[in-house]
Structures are given as structure tokens and as C-alpha cells.
Antibody, heavy 120, light 111 residues
Framework: QLLESGGGLVQSGGSLRLSCAASGFTFGNFAMAWVRQGPGKGLEWVSS????????FYADFVKGRFTISRDNSNNVLHLQMNSLGADDTARYYC???????????????WGRGTLVTVAS | QSVLTQPPSVSGAPGQRVTISCTGS?????????VHWYQQLAGTAPKLLIFRNNNRPSGVPDRFSGSKSDTSASLVIAGLQAEDEADYYC???????????FGTGTQVTVL
């Protein structure tokens, strides 16, 4: 139901644009997120965007470098990543939020992830 | 940097009961913010295991249960099975950071 694409190998300082194609639910009704997992590491929330595209939030470590966006007409979520560094090497998961209030949201659908490798 | 602390590993024999703790602070688990749990089998994406502290999605066996008290939450696996060998993560929302936060993760080993 969530299929990521756009990962790959990039040089330090470079850019990548990740995409996530959603299906099986009314995409525009749900907030979406990107969560990453470095090699051998735990899960890290990266960014999220409300269903209408109005509320956008970022983790401190990507502010000013990453931009999340969505196309509700085509059921696609994007993550534009600029000024990439070695610490950004990770598998990036697309995720669908569920829940009534922002403070209570949880992820009920995960994609398989796309691997981003930043060469220093 | 995870703000929710979990034990790095727990283990048990098949059939045993294991508990995984998730400890936060007043700005996340100490508030009325819910705690959720995810299971990640080796080489796969995480999967929702418990939502809103103590609710199981359809299809999750009832040997998995969750609870929350003060600044801590717990996941209990009652009757450990071989297929439960995985990494487990808690998750909540932190008001001071305005961010969703995950626990450090716990590796469960079935002896």
C-alpha cells in the first residue's frame, strides 16, 4: 500500500528526492511521515505532513535541508533531501499516520523503505 | 537521539513471559500522550503491535499487551514464541520538541 522509490548512492553534499506511492486508502484524509533507520540503528522520525498539506513538521536534524510535500491528486508523498551527509545514510520508510489528535498519532501502515547511501 | 529509553535486550525460553519497559519524561510519556509499540522482524519494515497504550490491531495475538503509568510504558509478551524474536520499539509524542519520538529499541531473543 506504500511503495517508496528514489533512494540510491549520492555524494556528500548532494541531493535526492524520495517518493512514496500510496494505494488502498483515501490518501488525502491522512497525515503521512518519513521515518528513517540507519544501519544497525533504531527508528528516527524525520518529517510529517497533515492530510491537506497544511501542517508540516521536521526533526531538528533535517530542518533547512529536507522538504516534505504531497500530491493528493496522484496519491504521492515526497521528500526532497539536500546537503546530504554521511549521517543521513539510512533506509527511509514512508508511513501513514492514524489517530484523532496529533499528540496521539501512531503509524498503522509502513512501506518497505528505500535505501539512501551518502558517500563521504 | 532517542528520548525514550528501553533495555537493549531481553530474552526468555519459549512459553515464558517477558516485559519491555519504555521510560520517558514529563514532556512525552509523562503527559497524556499515548504510547505505541512496533515489532520489527529481521530485514523487514516495522509493524504496529500496540496502539494507544493497550490496544491490539486486528491480527496481533493476545499474548501481546501494553500498559502505561506515569512516565513509563510496558510491553508484555506472555507465552514467548520463536516467531516473537525481533526488535521492539515504543513511540510517543514529545511536546517540548514538537516531535514524534521512538524508543532506543529492544532486541528480544528466544532461547
Amino acid at each position: 500500500q506504500l511503495l517508496e522509490s528514489g533512494g540510491g548512492l549520492v555524494q556528500s553534499g548532494g541531493s535526492l528526492r524520495l517518493s512514496c506511492a500510496a494505494s488502498g486508502f483515501t490518501f488525502g484524509n491522512f497525515a503521512m511521515a518519513w521515518v528513517r533507520q540507519g544501519p544497525g540503528k533504531g527508528l528516527e522520525w524525520v518529517s510529517s505532513i497533515h492530510g491537506g498539506g497544511d501542517g508540516i513538521f521536521y526533526a531538528d536534524f533535517v530542518k533547512g535541508r529536507f522538504t516534505i510535500s504531497r500530491d493528493n491528486s496522484n496519491n504521492v508523498l515526497h521528500l526532497q533531501m539536500n546537503s546530504l551527509g554521511a549521517d543521513d545514510t539510512a533506509r527511509y520508510y514512508c508511513a501513514k499516520f492514524e489517530g484523532s489528535l496529533l499528540e496521539h498519532w501512531y503509524i498503522d501502515v509502513w512501506g518497505r523503505g528505500t535505501l539512501v547511501t551518502v558517500a563521504s | 537521539q532517542s528520548v525514550l529509553t528501553q533495555p537493549p535486550s531481553v530474552s526468555g525460553a519459549p512459553g515464558q513471559r517477558v516485559t519491555i519497559s519504555c521510560t520517558g519524561s514529563n514532556s512525552n510519556t509523562g503527559t497524556d500522550h499515548d504510547v505505541h509499540w512496533y515489532q520489527q522482524l529481521a530485514g523487514t519494515a516495522p509493524k504496529l503491535l500496540i496502539f494507544r497504550n493497550n490496544n491490539r490491531p486486528s491480527g496481533v495475538p493476545d499474548r501481546f499487551s501494553g500498559s502505561k503509568s506515569d512516565t513509563s510504558a510496558s510491553l508484555v509478551i506472555a507465552g514467548l514464541q520463536a516467531e516473537d524474536e525481533a526488535d521492539y520499539y515504543c513511540q510517543s509524542y514529545d511536546s517540548s520538541m514538537s516531535a514524534y519520538v521512538f524508543g532506543t529499541g529492544t532486541q528480544v531473543t528466544v532461547l
